[in-house]
């Protein structure tokens, strides 16, 4: 005859977990036959096959419900245990540290020394706003082009920088966060550019160095001589009888700053007498 496969039975096990040893299945009253399925033909050899699958189909169903009701709990109950992480998408595509700009920035002499606010611009890769940082045009696979696709574009800035009084030429000026856009952004790096003298007045370290050109016979005599400071303030120098060329008349703390941006403690500025004919 006509051989049936006897169904497997419901159990916890077909849906990720096991029934804990510890419930007991109810009781239930005996799962009534049924008759055959109308409208179909029961092979000979094999009575009451489908029925008995079904029957016991309902069997194992009717205990499962009833082992959660009895717990008062439903069976998922026993996933509780389990943690769950949910992380909120990024607006944001682009996901990198930004890198540090470099830039040249060319200050006179005085600003050097006294200090000054300058405009310097630059090139740095900024936040695309097309495409949100995300590198697509939104809902669409068609790459973005202000950005190439990147999330970053490049793009033409100008930032007012304060140059501390006393930098050198080489020196470094720090703006945080105002480089390559990025988590974090990067920094913006000005490099100072600055000559060492003018035609009046030369810069060693802290101090600087003017000449003065007297006659001979006013070194002798003595005289009063005209200077001017780094500030562009005039001031007078007396020159006491019997001085010799290339002697330094001195102005206590009128040179540059010791420490930059410590218009406290500044170098001196002094003058060299030079006879002219």
């Not at 016979?217 to 003595?222: P, Q, T, V």
């Not at 102005?251 to 420490?259: E, F, L």
């Amino acid at each position: 005859g006509i051989s049936a496969r006897r169904p497997a039975r419901f159990k916890m096990a077909a849906i990720g977990c096991a029934v804990p040893a510890r419930i007991q299945t109810a009781s239930l009253a005996p799962t009534p036959r049924l008759g055959p399925l109308r409208g179909h033909h029961q092979p000979s050899g094999v009575p009451q096959a489908r029925n008995r699958s079904r029957q016991q189909a309902l069997s194992g169903r009717s205990r499962l419900i009833v082992c959660a009701a009895e717990k008062n709990k439903t069976p998922f109950e026993d996933f509780k245990g389990f943690k769950w992480k949910w992380e909120k998408p990024k607006d944001v595509g682009y996901e990198g540290v930004g890198s540090d700009v470099r830039c040249n920035l060319n200050v006179e002499f005085e600003e050097a020394i006294l200090g000054a606010e300058k405009e310097v611009e630059f090139q740095a890769k900024v936040f695309c706003e097309k495409c949100k940082g995300q590198g697509m045009l939104k809902g669409t696979t068609i790459r973005c082009t202000p950005c190439e696709g990147k999330g970053r574009a490049l793009t033409s800035r100008k930032l007012k920088v304060k140059v501390p009084a006393g930098v050198q030429s080489g020196s470094t000026v720090r703006l945080k966060e105002q480089g390559d856009f990025g988590e974090p952004p990067g920094s913006l790096l000005v490099n100072v550019v600055a000559p060492w003298s003018t035609s009046t007045i030369r810069r060693d370290g802290a101090d600087l160095y003017s000449d003065v050109k007297v006659t001979q016979k006013a070194l002798d005599e003595g005289t009063t001589v005209t200077v001017v400071t780094v500030e562009g303030s005039e001031g007078s120098l007396k020159v006491p009888p019997n001085t010799k060329s290339g002697a330094h008349l001195r102005i206590k703390g009128r040179g540059a700053p010791t420490a930059i941006g410590n218009m406290e403690e500044r170098g001196d500025h002094y003058f060299r007498l030079v006879v002219s004919e």
